[in-house]
């Protein structure tokens, strides 16, 4: 049998849990005992998800229809509550909340072993996260999924009703049908952060401009969920008119969801210019020089 890798990091603080493309930092704070009793009930959820995946890795694959699940795992429904949303309106599989819906997964795990002041689940960039009362939690956003530098920081709060965090783009793990460099969007869990994500990241285009360059999802990843789909591979020079047209064609995606109260905000960025819809929780002033001891990246 396959064993997922479960180490603790040499701060002492931080969990690392890997399984194949799963790849997760998960942090817990408060007593010892309950800390322990988190990771431990973390590691014993781990292992064995990637398989339950894997085991409707086909019906995970295919469009969600609205009001219609067939899915049996837990995770697997997960990801398909968080997208049936936009099966009305647009292609979408619930392999579009994937990052998030284990996120999620193990971080109710980790809340069903113990009393813990906050916690989060890093799943690449998308994550799920705990506030107790009276405390507070620091991300720091990048410019591209793929990036190392931080640009903004953004602060939530033990009352905000934000519990995940999720980043989108052509530059990210997933395909993208868009152009955005990245997109970050705030809501009230990580599945639903990521499929929202997804959603207005596709929004960010310029459909046929000859400066983007597509290619069929399926020639450069055969057995991907998009199929023939394009997808964009590169972004070439834009003007500033149209940059500014891209971000707002997103910006009216994520504005509609906010409405909708599937998204609590959302920033979006594309060659250097930014837009921010709908949250008070991004710093929007110059980064700031260093982030609080409880950052995390998204």
Known sequence: MRLPQIALLSDGRRLHL????????VEARGGER???????????RFTGLLDELCAELVELRKPAVSARCSLKGIVARRMYEAVAPFAAECFITPMAAVAGGVADEILAAMLGAARLDQAYVNNGGDIALHLGAGERFSVGLVDRPDGQGVMR???????????GIATSGRHGR???????DAVTVLARTASQADAAATIIANAVDLPGHPAIVRRPAEEIQPDSDLGARLVTRDVGELPRGEIAAALESGAERARQLFDRGLIEGAMLQLCGDMLVIGTKHIERDRPRPRLAESAVHA
Do not use: K
């Not at 399984?19 to 930092?25: A, K, Q, S, V």
């Not at 997933?174 to 955005?180: C, N, Q, R, Y």
């Open 18 to 25: 890997q399984d194949g493309p799963i790849d997760l930092i």
């Open 34 to 44: 309950d800390v322990h009793a988190a990771y431990e009930a973390a590691a014993r």
């Open 153 to 163: 920081t953004m602060i939530v709060e033990a009352d905000d009703p934000v519990r």
């Open 174 to 180: 997933s395909f993208s049908l868009g152009i955005a």
